[in-house]
């Protein structure tokens, strides 16, 4: 096996290279202008302690959007001349975000140091669309503000950086293991670094399987007075969608949308909601013209999904119902949870729907800033088990990032639990008070005595009743250019010290009300 150089190649400053709550995100052409991948990602090796980079194991995989292509090889290359000993990417590119965490956190027990993901999470993908990356740290989670900050102080300062000659070349359409000879940065020696091309929905499912009842989701989803669907968006939540729905509960392929990851996601707005997931909002009756047929159960994820949707026969949950609701059910309905929550927290803007559940259930809630981030925190020193925010991500702590497809199966253990299809291990009471009614009081003891399908809509509506509902009003401004905004931010910052006393003290000039 012959040796494989690197460059140290001369660069100019980009400004802008700032990181957001969850990475750098730019025009697709943004990125496509020489050196600014590199930067980024030099910044980032820059950033961190060269003494733990040495000889790690990285993750580097993305939502598949455009641009993925060219920047998955530029970065194991990079990785390379950096020092990092191995690099995991799955195949054909593909890990969701949440899938990333889990494989840093769990793989081999944890081996990975960190990871680059290669999205923009909810933003549309193609040639003239958005691109974005973002490095997460050895706990799984995005990186905190001293790392994202110390990656900006780097962009605004780098002169070079160091890159794999192109004989490092990775074919990741295929699993598997190829090993180089590299030199690296700073030595005159060569050696060895490993890019393995893994199954991309394994180490997740192996995890959703020590959360949920499997069995228990297979038989809900073979009732015959069931039915649902799922929208991948033309996102990453595709390949696992159809792993977990189609072969682990074997569910009709015909009940899956928009299931083929495309780089431009088929020309969809991956975000979803009432106003981008047309296909499952049509679908699920609440269109302008509602289908023959609609099924009982319908949810959506996002590009990279982490986020969710969550829908019923023409019924909508909004995000920060059904992260209350998944609270209230987590202790009878998912197994992860058998032993109840150590805490649950929302965000600043998310509804108090949350907190009324921590009350009643005698829990701990958290409030945060905006940025899963925070969430990770929490989780991290045991005080958090459950988090949500408005933005239609929910999740647990058994990642650190939000997670659509968990989401997604809390709810469909929910509906199992409510409608008796819970396995021996995690209970069935509503059927046993069923049957004893049919055997005590009707007297037909052969014969299981027919029960009306639990809904989304009434397991919300009963929520409702216990707990209270709250309102509140959500505005998206999307393509807002960054100084603009910034100036209206600060222009608000200066104003809150007058509306203070009208305002809640964490939510700037909004105001929750419950009944």
């Known amino acids: 096996m012959s040796g494989i150089g690197y460059k140290v190649v001369e660069t100019q400053i980009y400004d802008g290279q700032k990181p957001g709550t969850s990475g750098l995100r730019k025009k697709v052409t943004v990125f496509q202008q020489k050196h600014y991948l590199e930067n980024f990602v030099q910044a980032t090796f820059n950033a961190l302690p060269a003494d733990n980079l040495k000889g790690s194991t ?107 000659d192109e004989d490092l070349s990775v074919d990741y359409r295929k699993t598997g293991t190829t090993q180089y000879l590299v030199q690296t940065h700073g030595s ?37 007075d069931f039915t649902f669907t799922f929208d991948a968006m033309h996102g990453v939540a595709g390949p696992y969608a159809k792993r977990i729905f189609v072969q682990e509960f074997g569910a009709s392929e015909s009940s899956l949308q928009n299931c083929d990851p495309k780089p431009d996601f088929g020309g969809i707005h991956p975000d979803p909601n009432l106003t981008y ?39 909508f949950v909004t995000p920060s119902d059904s992260v209350a609701i998944i609270a209230a059910y987590a202790q009878d309905a998912i197994p992860y949870f058998k032993n109840g929550l150590s805490g649950i927290a929302r965000s600043m803007p998310t509804s108090a729907a949350l907190d009324s559940v921590a009350k009643a259930k005698g829990l701990n809630c958290y409030e945060t800033p905006t940025g899963w981030k925070f969430f990770g925190n929490l989780m991290d020193t045991g005080k958090c088990a459950l988090c949500g925010e408005e933005s239609f991500g929910t999740g647990s702590d058994h990642v650190r990032e939000k997670d659509g497809l968990w989401a997604v199966l809390a709810w469909l253990s929910i509906l199992a639990y409510r409608n008796n299809t819970m396995s021996k291990h995690t209970g069935s009471m509503i059927g046993d008070m069923a049957q004893a009614l049919q055997q005590t009081v009707l007297g037909q003891p052969k014969q299981q005595m027919p029960l009306q399908l639990v809904t989304v809509e009434q397991i919300v509506k009963e929520h409702w009743a216990k707990y209270g509902r709250n309102y509140y009003t959500r505005y998206d401004y999307e393509g807002v250019e960054s100084d603009k905004a910034d100036a209206v931010m600060k222009h608000l910052i200066s104003k809150q010290v007058r509306c203070r006393e009208y305002v809640h003290a964490h939510i700037l000039c909004m105001h929750i009300y419950t009944v």
């Open 277 to 315: 997931a047309h296909d499952l909002v049509n679908r699920m009756g609440l269109g302008d013209h509602a289908p023959t047929t609609i099924p009982d159960f319908g949810a959506a994820c996002d590009g990279d999904a982490d986020r969710n949707m969550i829908l019923g026969h023409k019924f």
């Open 188 to 224: 005159t020696k060569f050696r060895p670094f490993t890019v393995q091309v893994i199954d991309p929905v394994e180490d997740y499912l192996k995890l959703l399987h020590t959360i949920f009842d499997f069995d228990a989701l297979k038989a809900l989803l073979h009732k015959p």
């Open 58 to 164: 990285l993750v580097v995989s993305g939502d598949g959007r455009y641009f993925s292509e060219t920047a998955i090889p530029v970065i194991c290359r990079m990785a390379a001349a950096n020092g990092v000993g191995k690099i995991w990417v799955g195949k054909d590119g593909l890990l969701s975000t949440p899938a990333v965490s889990a494989v840093i956190r769990n793989r081999h027990g944890g081996e990975a140091y960190g990871g680059f993901i290669l999205t923009a999470s909810h933003n549309p993908g193609g040639p003239d669309q958005d691109f974005g990356i973002k490095y997460n740290t050895e706990n799984g989670g995005p990186a905190l503000e001293k790392l994202t900050n110390a990656i900006h102080d780097g962009t605004t300062k780098i002169k070079k950086y160091f890159i794999a």
